[in-house]
Structure formats: structure tokens, C-alpha cells
């Protein structure tokens, strides 16, 4: 009787793995809505297969939060990535602040339909893991970046919609890099599968603490959904 929804891109289905099982350990239901190559932010993105303007994306959000509307989940976990070429209301290119303006604008959307969490995006890592691994069989260090690296213009753009939209913001860097790198292996298991993805054994791992940070922002929304961890 319980529902928890993912809702993103390609950066939100990645998740899938630990969410489902910590939906099944908890007795929730996980309904995933994600759709690769198109972001949650209120913005129309170029699909580079199609080479023009990703119509289908937008019309996918607005159905996305209708049917949130429906459902009315006792959770909404909303995550994608910026790695998007993305028009503003005036069809320019989009700049820091329309990021921020669409994100907020889908942020407040989802959250009329429930509680909702923004996911922050997962650090990039310096190329396609493992063909990077492939080249450096002998020193994995090759191919981490150290935390210093990694950009953070994207999360001052997630930080800024979700304060603006009064929606709890979960960065997600320290599931990915330590105190000081960002390392591709931890253990025996890689952590990323391509240039940008995390590796499903690596989320699976990962899913206990995933349910830390979720079940302290959804305390702050009063959220009743037990994801357990």
C-alpha cells in the first residue's frame, strides 16, 4: 500500500537495482519512469541520434507528471543528469539559470503529486572506465580523478532549483569518491560501466547507504515510506 517512484534519465535508472531491492526488503512498490537522453528539467534538449529538436522528451515529462498526479506516491525520487545540448524559453542556449528555472519548475510539478527527493547527478569520471582500465591493467589510478576534480558547477545548479522548489537535495559524491579520489574499483567491483554510468553491482552494494540518505531527507518531508538499509 506503499509506492515509491523513480522518475529521470538514464542517471535515475541506474539506481534501479539498489532501489529495487530495497523496495522489496520494505514491502514497497517501486514504479520506475525514466527515458534515456532526456533530462527532468523543464527543458527542450537536442537528441543527437535524431539530429534535432527531442519533442518526444518534452511530451514524455508532462505525461510523467500526470500520471504522478494519479499515482500520488508516498515518495518521488527525482534525478538526471546536465550533460544535455538544452534551449531556454527564448531558444538560445540554455545557461546556469534556465538549468535552475527547469529544474525548479519540475520539482514543484512533481511535488503537488508527494513527497518528493531530489536525487543529486553522480560525479563523472575522466573517460570511458573500461577502456581506460583496459589500457592500464597494471595501475587502476590511471583512470580516477581526485575530489578536487570533479566539477561542481552542475550541483550549485541543483542545490539553487531545489532550495527555490522546497525540495530536499541528496548529493550523491560521497557514494562514488572518497575523502580524496574518486577511484573506478573499490574492491572487486567497478564502479563505473561506461563514461558516465554507475555499474549495477556497484549500485547493489551501494543500496544501504543509498537508503541512508533517503530515509534523513524523507524524515525532513514526514514521509511515512520505510526504504529500509
Known sequence: DRTVVLVGDSHAAQWQPALAVLAADAGVRLVVLTKSACPIADLTVDNQLLGRPYRECDTWRDDVVALLGELEPDLAIVTS???????????????????????????EAVA????????????????????????????????????????????????????????????TVDLVCGAQRCPVIVGRQLVYRDASHLATPYVTERAPALAGLLEGAASRLGSSVLLGG
Do not use: K, M, N
Not at 93 to 99: N, Q
Not at 136 to 160: I, K, N
Open 81 to 107: 543528469t546536465s550533460h544535455y545540448e538544452a534551449h531556454g524559453p527564448d531558444g538560445s542556449e540554455a545557461d546556469a539559470g534556465d538549468w535552475a528555472a527547469g529544474l525548479t519548475r519540475t520539482l
Open 112 to 171: 503537488a503529486s508527494g513527497p518528493t527527493i531530489f536525487l543529486g547527478d553522480t560525479p563523472y569520471p575522466a573517460g570511458d572506465v573500461p577502456a581506460c582500465l583496459a589500457e592500464h591493467l597494471s595501475d587502476a589510478t590511471a583512470c580516477t580523478l581526485s575530489r578536487g576534480q570533479v566539477p561542481f558547477d552542475y550541483a550549485r545548479v541543483e542545490a539553487q532549483a531545489a532550495s527555490d522548489a522546497g525540495v530536499p537535495l541528496v548529493p
